[in-house]
């Protein structure tokens, strides 16, 4: 085994004087910036420190200009085992030397292979992609250490097999919902978030397809309730949903007056759907305050937390941990169609173990549908999509 250190101006004339001097065999271990000059003089080089396994011949054949492989150290390994056997099958200091030798063999290999993967120009591409679709920067550092560590070096080499290896992954991150089979009725869902997330117009849609048929395969009733005392805009919007929908509409001043309309109701509607007042996420004395009125609603009350897609990542982990003690079930992402950077809600969602039952994605009463993992990764911009791919891998069930 052979060590070299080569010096030049650039990182290529480095690469290209390796070439000459030692083909294909070389292997990179380290490269460094050197400093060089007098008094009167200076200027920066590459340094760039390697191996070879064995003296090589004039004639190998060189490698490309863009890579320098790592060496495959198994066949020497099996030529130097072999002769040592020839010598000596029981000496004690040469299954010492050959242990030692196969041992540092294995380290220069993965030492070889964890540079070149570090410094890789298309794990830099993937990550920057990740980063311009706001993905949180430990989301993204997990990603890259999978590949680094599941993929070979052909397999990163082929830009569009890497992006849809990441597209995998990244799908297999994201918790869809699974709703449960409903035994009694009424079913009570109710809907809290922030302000200005769409709750009210979330509601409304998703009365749509209870009334239409979407969910369940059958026709429902249903009954509205708003606790929502301070925007009467919003109580009027409801309203005007309801009368659309041939369906109840009522407002609950306080605990009493819900528990109450909840009571009245259970006899005459499949689904109660209950409006909440928008919360500021810092407002814990008006979050409690809320929470109490709902506790009314019983353990069978189905609570879901809306949040947009346009909510930086660190916001919706501080909104997620806010509303925790309301016990929400899911997460309904709301105002899709307002961004193609879902990589915030992604990251944010799976670090924080939620998972989502409906995308709602623009004003219409039919826009929103059911959770689904490649309506996310189709959103992501920046990657080349194998839909039909993805489509059967995280087909629906």
Avoid at 303 to 331: M, N
Wanted: charge should be negative.
């Amino acid at each position: 085994m052979e060590v070299f250190t080569v010096r030049a101006r650039t990182h290529e004339e480095c690469l290209r004087k390796i070439r000459e001097i030692y083909g294909d065999r070389a292997t990179v271990m380290k490269e460094a910036i050197v400093h060089k000059g007098t008094l009167f003089w200076s200027r920066d080089e590459i340094e760039i420190t390697g191996y070879v396994p064995t003296p090589v011949p004039a004639y190998v054949q060189k490698t490309p200009p863009q890579l320098v492989k790592p060496l495959d150290t198994e066949e020497e390994k099996q030529k130097i085992i072999a002769a040592a056997a020839k010598t000596s099958n029981t000496d004690p200091k040469t299954l010492e030397i050959l242990t030692k030798l196969n041992n540092l063999a294995t380290k220069l290999d993965e030492q070889a292979k964890s540079t070149a993967l570090n410094e890789h120009e298309n794990l830099a591409r993937v990550a920057q992609i990740m980063e311009s679709n706001d993905f949180l920067a430990p989301y993204q550092r997990k990603i890259i250490e999978r590949a680094k560590k599941e993929l070979t070096l052909a397999e990163i080499e082929d830009f569009f097999e890497l992006q849809q290896r990441v597209l995998e992954w990244i799908g297999q991150t994201i918790s869809i919902f699974q709703d449960e089979e409903h035994h009694k009725l009424p079913r009570i869902i109710v809907l809290v978030g922030p302000t200005g997330v769409g709750k009210t117009t979330t509601v409304a849609k998703l009365a749509a397809r209870f009334v239409k048929g979407l969910e369940g395969g059958k026709r429902q009733t249903i009954s509205f309730i708003t606790i929502d005392r301070y925007r009467v805009a919003a109580g009027q919007q409801l309203k005007g949903y309801a009368d659309a929908l041939g369906a109840p509409f009522i407002s609950a001043e306080d605990a009493d007056e819900l528990k109450r309309e909840l009571s009245l109701r259970r006899e005459d509607a499949d689904i109660i759907l209950i409006d909440t007042t928008g919360k500021s996420p810092h407002d814990t004395v008006e979050l409690a305050e809320m929470k109490q009125t709902l506790d009314v609603c019983g353990s069978r009350a189905e609570v879901h937390l809306a949040i947009t897609a346009v909510t930086k990542a660190g916001d919706i982990i501080g909104i997620t941990k806010q509303f925790e003690p309301f016990g929400y079930r899911s997460v309904i992402v709301t105002k899709l169609d307002e961004t193609m950077s879902v990589g915030n809600v992604i990251s944010a969602l799976a670090e924080r173990g939620k998972s989502v039952s409906y995308i709602a994605d623009g004003q219409d009463p039919g826009a929103i549908k059911k959770a689904e993992v490649i309506r996310f990764l189709v959103n992501l911009e920046g990657f080349e999509v194998d839909r039909a791919r993805l489509d059967k891998k995280f087909a629906p069930l």
